[in-house]
T-cell receptor
């Protein structure tokens, strides 16, 4: 375990379903991130939260809705997804934007949209 | 814009040295990182180098930085089958975020 815990590890959902991904860290970090990792594509930064405030949204479709109730928890709410949204979703956290120690990643949630 | 490029694939034999290369574009990057991703797992920070350094060694890992050419490399000595993974380089940009490369898949054969 890296200190960043993601649940569930695997998720299969239909296109009409609503589900949520959860990320939790108790490293005392103040920034949290959602990344999407698809096959043969670079890591795509989706959202950035710093001290619970969203500081970046990289043109992510509205069917992905992040929530950060406190500095330790981050959610990604999913609804009416498309098959091309199937990917590994990675959560990461960092202290002070991660300049010195980089980001600490969770193990990811493998999402399959059917 | 920010861009970090890596070759996609590298294959070596066990016991050989592996060299994974990376080029980046942001000349103001202060830190550069190497991450390792094993199958079914997230990214794990392996090592990082500060931009005013040319080289950093950590056991079997050697990082070389050519700031003039914006080129970063990771050398793994005595590569083992357990080193098989995807390796990502990343730069810390002037916008204070990490930008990751496409990843290099290292395959180590016995």
């Amino acid at each position: 375990e890296t200190g960043v815990t993601q649940t569930p590890r695997h998720l299969v959902m239909g296109m009409t379903n609503k589900k949520s991904l959860k990320c939790e860290q108790h490293l005392g970090h103040n920034a949290m991130y959602w990344y999407k990792q698809s096959a043969k594509k670079p890591l795509e930064l989706m959202f950035v939260y710093n001290f619970k405030e969203q500081t970046e949204n990289n043109s992510v479709p509205s069917r992905f809705s992040p929530e950060c109730p406190n500095s330790s928890h981050l959610f990604l709410h999913l609804h009416t997804l498309q098959p091309e949204d199937s990917a590994l979703y990675l959560c990461a956290s960092s202290q002070d934007r991660g300049k010195l120690n980089g980001y600490t990643f969770g193990s990811g949630t493998r999402l399959t949209v059917v | 814009g920010e861009d970090v490029e890596q070759s996609l694939f590298l294959s070596v034999r066990e016991g050989d040295s592996s060299v994974i290369n990376c080029t980046y574009t942001d000349s103001s990057s202060t830190y550069l990182y190497w991450y390792k991703q094993e199958p079914g797992a997230g990214l794990q920070l392996l090592t990082y180098i500060f931009s005013n350094m040319d080289m950093k060694q950590d056991q079997r890992l050697t990082v070389l930085l050519n700031k003039k050419d914006k080129h970063l490399s990771l050398r793994i000595a005595d590569t083992q089958t357990g080193d098989s993974a995807i390796y990502f380089c990343a730069e810390s940009t002037s916008f204070q975020k990490l930008v990751f490369g496409t990843g290099t898949r290292l395959l180590v054969s016995p």
